[in-house]
């Protein structure tokens, strides 16, 4: 079945409170295993960038939804393209004390690679969100 990866980011309401981290840890955990999607929540206080993998139409779905979401705004599609396998078995979240500036600088750096990208499915490792993931990694060990 065809696989999907998206990334978009956004920035938080700023009345957004870590009482709505936590709601929306506790529906992505709730709702994300039953339909699939894995891949990874970044948060650093102000901006979320979001990777989801899945079924097209699972993932299509989860971001209608997840754009509608009043808790958020300025949604920014980074990336959508097919893969061949996932780059997260899981999903999972990251977040607090995220040096400032990281997101906005990983947001920039992943709308350019997938402006690279052409539209051949991406394997394990080459996935965007893998490349997102890695960068991210390597920022935080850095720190
Ligand atoms: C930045 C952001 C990311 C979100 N990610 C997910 C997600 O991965 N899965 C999910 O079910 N809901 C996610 N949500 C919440 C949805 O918008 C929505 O509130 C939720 O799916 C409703 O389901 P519930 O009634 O089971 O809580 C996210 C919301 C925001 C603001």
Known sequence: MALLELI???????????????????SSQRN???????????????????ILEGDVENVE????VISADPRHYGLELLHKGPIVDRAFQTWRMAYEALPKGLLDSLAENIAVYS??????PLGHGETIGARLNGMFMDAIAAE
């Open 115 to 120: 402006m690279e990208s052409d539209d051949e």
């Open 8 to 26: 978009y980011t956004s920035l938080a309401k700023p009345q957004s409170s870590a009482e709505n981290v936590k709601d929306i840890l506790e």
């Open 61 to 64: 779905n989860l971001f209608e």
């Open 32 to 50: 994300n295993p039953s339909t699939g999607v894995t891949g990874l929540l970044l948060f650093d206080g102000d901006r979320y960038i979001q």
